[in-house]
């Protein structure tokens, strides 16, 4: 035989090999062997196959048809009943797939940036978590880390039962978070981690969301025509970023002053990657729709800090956009409020005081939403506190009260409402949890104002279930705030030893404080 019919055969059996391989009935890839499906709903299932080719998909004596349209997709539900398994799932074309040891429970999907990316390993007591990370009903999935224009069609990724092979690099915070939710519910637990450490809000948000955003279309009209920077322009921004959140960890530790400037992206050009707009939810929200989930977890915001006013607008949007993509509803929605960060300065910037803030009222602007509080949870106000047991067990809290219908106490003190009693500022609140406590000697934390807006120090005791707050300085008072600083102190907790979030009573704009709170 001569070269050229060698060519030519091997031309017609790749060709033919391809051809088989089109015909295939493919899965979307959030779908593998020990994967979680969400219980008591009709989930969808989808994927390829060859146009026109019809697809049934079998699944606990349930049954469901689609034709493949001409772009060879296709998608179905299917009932998937009570929790539950092991169970076989079939799929079945021109070819058959059949996935084994799927449960039925639970499904979170867990976002964020490199807090909620933070891996078991590295979290306190990281190796003996680690080795007792010993689950089989909770699964995990790790959404690949792929940036994209445009939605991507699919994601790459198996779900493994939770081991301490597959834990160790998974998200710490999603892992408490299951570790704590699943003998509370007794069912399986599946958790989808679509995370990428350093990046911001807008990254994980459509165009069309962005764009609608009052605050935000002339920056997204601007940015997408902006010229696109180079890969070597994008990797310096990127070692430049690296080294700053370095100084400001070593700087934490070391209780010494932070660096302040932030590199700046290259004059004149955009991102072409993870931080540019969009790229994150097309990427690795946009495919990972419609499985079904029960809610997500959102741990986010560090890298948005300095712009808290934006972000108070951008986080409901975000939420709604993600629940238009889903289809499933307005799916409960649980946010990380920001923890303690940065040394225990005298007048600092205050910062994280407001974006915890900005969180707190984005969230209370749609329904079905919360928030965790983790303002003392960093032990020495580390930009990646290891202390991510306290984050997990208090999202888990929030999820069986307001999810699950659990009577358990989810919250902290919330303060709701402040009258004047002569010099004293007398504050109630919400979310008592058998009652209010100080933690420490005394009550500290607190500042009080009159109407020069000079915030002192103020004397802070107890009165049942309210906090009275006074100082000499202040002959009239006007305005109280609590752990209202980047690393403050906080003393105010109720008796189920949860803590009451930061708070301020005033609306002025931003000016540090004169003195720090004792």
Known sequence: MNRTMVKLLTLVLTSGAASIAQADVKLNGMFSDHAVLQRDQSVAIWGTADAGEK???????????????????????????????????????????????????EVWLCSGQSNMQFGLGHAKDGKKEVAEADHPMIRLFGVDRTPSDEPRESVVGNWQPCSPTSAATFSAAAYFFARDLQPALDVPIGLIESDWGGTPIESWMSRETLSANPAMKSKVDAYFNTPLASAEEEAAYKQASADFQAARVEAARNKTPAPTTAPVTPKGKRLIGENRMTRLYAGMIAPVAPYGIRGALWYQGEANAGAFGVYQSSLPAMITNWRKTFGQGDFPFIVVQL???????????????????????????????????????????DLHPPEKQPVGHRLALVAQSMVYGKDVVAQGPTFDAMKIDGDKAVLSFKNLGGGLVAKGPKLIGFVIAGDDKNFVPGD???????VVVHSDQVAKPVAVRYAW??????????KADLPAMPFRTDDWPPVPPAKKAN
């Open 460 to 466: 802070a005791t107890i009165d049942g279930d309210t």
């Open 55 to 105: 697809v049934s998909v079998s699944f606990r004596g349930a049954n469901a048809d689609a034709i493949a349209g001409a772009d060879g997709k296709w998608k179905l539900t299917i009932p998937t009943g009570h929790a539950g398994g092991p169970f076989d799932l079939t799929v079945e074309g021109k070819n058959k797939l059949s996935l084994k040891d799927i449960l039925v429970g």
């Open 339 to 381: 923890p303690n960060h940065g040394a225990k300065t005298p007048g600092d910037n205050q910062i994280w005081a407001y974006m915890r803030e900005a969180q707190a009222k984005g969230v209370a602007a749609v329904p079905n939403a919360a928030v965790a509080v983790t303002i003392d949870t960093s032990s020495d106000g």
């Open 485 to 494: 600083a980047n690393n403050p102190d906080v003393s105010l907790y109720n």
